[in-house]
């Protein structure tokens, strides 16, 4: 497994988590990551990407101004840090790694963490 996926759980509405997605051979450190989510029936979502360095940062407009996207290159390690969270935005989330680009994700190239759920009740 190139890219593993934790830190989801269980939360009460208006409270916090932080994912994390470790690419522990730092297969890429020097590509763009982000993450996506799925909720139950629903399409797979972007949710927050992220250049190779940190200084480009793209966040859905339904997660602006309560998600946060990092990473830690020397650690292998993307973050998504979760603040006020709804009960919308219950979804296994997949964090995921840009096979040839240092500032755009696209999904059909990229390479997929497991997922890990995060249920927000209400």
């Known amino acids: 497994v190139q890219l593993q996926a934790c830190g989801g759980g269980l939360v009460q509405a208006g409270g916090s988590l932080r994912l994390s997605c470790v690419d522990s051979e730092h297969h890429f450190d020097s590509y763009a990551k982000g993450w996506f989510r799925q909720a139950p029936g629903k399409e797979r979502e972007f949710v927050a990407t992220i250049s190779w360095d940190g200084a480009l940062r793209y966040y859905a407009d339904s997660v602006k101004g309560r998600f946060i996207i990092t990473r830690d290159n020397p650690k292998g390690t993307v973050y998504l840090q979760m603040n006020s969270l709804r009960s919308e935005d219950t979804a296994v989330y997949y964090c995921?790694?840009?096979?040839?680009?240092?500032?755009?994700?696209?999904?059909?190239?990229?390479?997929w963490g497991q997922g890990t759920q995060v249920t927000v009740s209400s």
């Open positions: 995921a790694a840009d096979r040839q680009s240092g500032v755009e994700l696209v999904p059909g190239r990229s390479a």
